[in-house]
């Protein structure tokens, strides 16, 4: 499994930007795609975005299309999320997640091998 880092959240009014990173520690980086969720308080953790290990291929989730940004760096093993816009619906813990290897993004946060701490993210009104 791979093990992964996150940090970047914090505290933002709404229409603010963050980005969060998440750092991968294994060889199993660069062949894993690679998915963010985030879970608000008394609700399901839900999905945000994702990228795929080979093409790069972006998947987003309606509520944060062309808002939030999600890229990758295999060379520094670590995957971003970039939140423009924020609204305060948009608060919430934020988790990054890898897909078993060579294994396109699935929606579903189960499908996922590892995860995670998970950053707080809090969006002022």
């Known amino acids: 499994q791979v093990q992964l880092v996150e940090s970047g959240g914090g505290l933002v009014q709404a229409g603010g930007s963050l980005r969060l990173s998440c750092a991968a520690l294994?060889?199993?980086?660069?062949?894993?795609?690679m998915g963010w969720f985030r879970q608000a308080p008394g609700q399901e953790r839900e999905f945000v975005g994702a990228i795929g290990w080979s093409s790069g291929r972006l998947y987003y989730t309606d509520f944060v299309k062309d808002r939030f940004t999600v890229s990758r760096d295999n060379a520094k093993n670590t995957v971003y999320l970039q939140m423009n816009s924020l609204k305060p619906e948009d608060t919430a813990v934020y988790y990054c997640?890898?897909?078993?290897?060579?294994?396109?993004?699935?929606?579903?946060?189960?499908?996922?091998?590892?995860w995670g701490q998970g950053t707080q993210v809090t969006v002022s009104s």
């Open positions: 294994g060889r199993r980086f660069s062949v894993s795609a």
């Open positions: 997640a890898a897909m078993r290897p060579f294994i396109e993004p699935q929606l579903v946060w189960t499908e996922y091998e590892s």
